[in-house]
């Protein structure tokens, strides 16, 4: 019990790491919380300090992730579902102990968690994302279908437990990206250029 609890509170104090922060203040002396949207995730990262350092804060976000749903295997807690686990890296992410709790918004996280445990189904929403980017310009958008997409995905896998952490996770996602859903609807949502 008491290393299922040192579990959960290591998948979130490794989801609470604020890459963005870290990369922004380390190698650019800003804190993008203080420009573009606020926000500490891998697109505002792109919009603030550009290609190189928001693939870095992507990827780091990812990783948190993996490395945190992956615990279960590697601390030999073999009651706690790897899933679930991750959940708790994606709290952490969006709710930050070391970033005063305002964090991303759950997407490149959430695709870390699905990663380690489902490889084929990460790669199937990379797909997806990248096609609805290039088709619509919003990475707001792209993201909630994405999350759609990989919610309907898990529908065929009969995995209880996936359908479950992938629904919440979606959920996360869409209701993390609210304001973007009314910017999309008022046309003032800002579209990528580079794809």
């Known amino acids: 019990m008491a290393l299922n609890a040192i579990v959960i509170i290591l998948a979130y104090l490794l989801g609470s790491i604020p890459s963005g922060l870290i990369i922004g203040k380390l190698f650019y002396g800003k804190d993008i919380r203080e420009h573009g949207s606020g926000n500490l995730g891998g697109t505002n990262t792109f919009r603030t300090l550009g290609v190189k350092a928001g693939l870095v804060v992507s990827i780091a976000d990812v990783l948190k992730g993996t490395l945190a749903a992956s615990l279960p295997l590697l601390l030999n807690a073999d009651d706690l579902h790897m899933l679930l686990v991750g959940v ?108």
């Open 88 to 195: 708790f890296a994606v709290i952490g992410h969006m709710y930050p102990i070391f970033a005063g709790f305002r964090g991303g918004k759950a997407v490149a996280t959430s695709g870390g968690v699905l990663l380690a445990y489902i490889p084929v189904l990460f790669l199937f929403m990379l797909i997806v994302f990248f096609i609805s980017l290039y088709i619509t310009k919003y990475v707001s958008l792209s993201s909630i279908l994405t999350g759609i997409a990989a919610f309907i995905y898990s529908l065929f896998t009969q995995d209880l437990p996936l359908i479950i952490v992938v629904a919440v996770l979606a959920s996360f996602v869409i209701y993390r990206h609210r304001a973007n859903i009314e910017r999309i609807r008022k046309k003032t949502e800002p579209k990528i250029k580079w794809l």
